[in-house]
C-alpha cells in the first residue's frame, strides 16, 4: 500500500456512496439526500454561521456596548476601512475608579458599556506627564478643540478601523450587521415555535375529530386567512404595542394558520391506518394518539413549511421595523438600518442601505433553499426508489 492510499484510507467511506442495504432508516436516507445536495449544504452553512454570529453576540462585535449603539457625531458616514485614533480617558479632574468586570455570558448577551470615554483625536501629544489631545472634527483643516489630561486619566491611545464605515449617526455599520442577526434568528424562532404550537394544535384538532369541530375550526382558519398577512401583523402590533417582544408575537400569530391547513391534510389521512385505529382499540386517549402515534408521521411536511415560515418570518420583521412599527431603538435591526439609511442610495454611500439589505436577502435565500432540500429529501418516493 503507498502512502497515498494510506492517507486516502479514512475518507473513502465518506467518498463513495453506500449501498441500500445499510441503510434501513428513512431519516438516514433523507439526511443522506439532504447532504448531497450542494445547494442545501451551503445554505445549513449560512444558517450556522449567522446562528454562531448571533450567539456569540458582543463578544465578536467591534463596539462592545449594549446594541452596538455608542455613538460619534464626529465620525458621521465614514467610508468602509476608514481608520480614527481614540484617546481613551476617565471623566473628572480625579482619577476614576475601574469598574469590575461582567461574567462572559452576560458580556455575549447585554454588552458592556464603556467605563471611559472614548474621544475621536486627530492628534495626541505627550508633554511629560501632560496628554495634549486635539479632538477629531472631519473637516479640513481640522480645527478642534484642544484638551489636556493627565497620565492619572489616560486609560490608552489606540488606532480603531472601521472595516464597513459609520453610519449617519457613526456607530460602526460591522458591529449594527452583526448584532442585528439576533434579532432576525430570534423572530424565525419565537414566531415559528408560537406558530407551530397553534397550528399542530388546531390543525390535528380538527381532522381527527372531524364533524362540527372540523367545521368551525376551517371557519376560523379560512377567516384569518383571507386577511392579507401584512394587515394582519400591523394591527396585531398595534394591538399589543410597539417592542421587541411584541414583533415576536405578532408575526407569530399570523404564520400558523399554512402549518394548520398542512397537519389537517396529512392528519386526514393518516388517522384511517391500521395502528391509529388498534390504538384505538387498545383505549388509548386522544391527545395520546395524536401526540405519539399520528404526529409523528406529519413531522415531515411540517419541516418543510418551517423552514419556509422561518424566511417569512425574517422578511416580516424587517418590513414591520422599515415601517417603524417594529424593534425600536435602540435595539439594532437590519430592517431598521435600512430606513436609518435609505436616504444614502441617492448618496456615494449607497452601501449604508445595501448591506443590511444583502444580508437579509442571504439569510431568506439560505432558509428557502433549505426548504426546498428538505421537500426534496423527505419525498418518499424519492427514498423509495433507492
Request: proline residues 4%.
Amino acid at each position: 500500500m503507498t502512502l497515498q492510499q494510506l492517507i486516502d484510507r479514512p475518507f473513502r467511506r465518506f467518498a463513495k456512496r453506500e449501498a441500500p442495504s445499510q441503510v434501513t432508516s428513512l431519516s438516514a436516507l433523507a439526511w443522506r439526500r439532504l447532504c448531497h445536495d450542494p445547494l442545501s449544504v451551503c445554505a445549513m452553512a449560512v444558517i450556522l454561521l449567522f446562528a454562531l454570529i448571533a450567539l456569540l453576540g458582543y463578544l465578536i462585535t467591534p463596539d462592545h456596548t449594549p446594541h452596538c449603539n455608542q455613538q460619534y457625531l464626529e465620525l458621521t458616514a465614514l467610508k468602509p476601512g476608514s481608520s480614527v485614533k481614540f484617546a481613551c480617558v476617565y471623566d473628572g479632574d480625579s482619577v476614576a475608579v475601574k469598574k469590575g468586570g461582567s461574567s462572559l455570558i452576560k458580556r455575549m448577551l447585554r454588552g458592556e458599556p464603556l467605563d471611559y470615554t472614548a474621544i475621536p483625536a486627530y492628534s495626541t501629544q505627550w508633554e511629560g506627564d501632560t496628554l495634549v489631545v486635539e479632538a477629531y472634527t472631519g473637516s479640513v483643516p481640522n480645527n478642534g478643540q484642544v484638551t489636556r489630561y493627565h497620565r492619572d486619566n489616560v486609560v490608552s491611545v489606540q488606532k480603531r478601523t472601521f472595516i464597513l464605515g459609520t453610519d449617519g449617526y457613526g456607530r460602526d455599520v460591522l458591529s449594527q450587521i452583526l448584532i442585528g442577526s439576533r434579532v432576525s434568528l430570534s423572530v424565525g424562532f419565537i414566531a415559528i415555535f408560537i406558530a407551530l404550537v397553534i397550528g399542530i394544535t388546531l390543525g390535528a384538532w380538527a381532522a381527527y375529530h372531524g364533524g362540527w369541530v372540523d367545521s368551525v375550526i376551517m371557519w376560523f382558519i379560512n377567516v384569518v386567512w383571507s386577511i392579507p398577512t401584512v394587515l394582519l401583523v400591523i394591527a396585531i402590533t398595534f394591538a399589543l404595542g410597539k417592542g421587541f417582544w411584541q414583533v415576536f408575537v405578532a408575526v407569530g400569530l399570523t404564520m400558523w394558520v399554512d402549518i394548520a391547513r398542512v397537519v389537517r391534510g396529512q392528519v386526514l389521512g393518516i388517522k384511517e391506518k391500521e395502528y391509529v385505529e388498534a390504538a384505538r382499540a387498545l383505549g388509548y386517549r386522544t391527545p395520546r394518539i395524536i401526540l405519539r402515534h399520528i404526529l409523528p408521521n406529519c413531522l415531515g411536511a411540517v419541516i418543510v413549511i418551517a423552514a419556509s415560515n422561518f424566511a417569512s418570518a425574517i422578511l416580516l420583521e424587517a418590513g414591520l421595523s422599515f415601517l417603524g412599527i417594529g424593534v425600536q431603538p435602540p435595539a439594532t435591526s437590519w430592517g431598521a438600518m435600512v430606513k436609518e439609511n435609505y436616504g444614502y442610495i441617492l448618496l456615494d454611500n449607497a452601501y449604508l442601505a445595501i448591506l443590511p439589505g444583502l444580508a437579509i436577502m442571504l439569510l431568506v435565500l439560505a432558509f428557502m433553499l433549505l426548504g426546498n432540500g428538505l421537500r426534496n429529501a423527505l419525498d418518499v418516493r424519492a427514498n423509495a426508489t433507492e
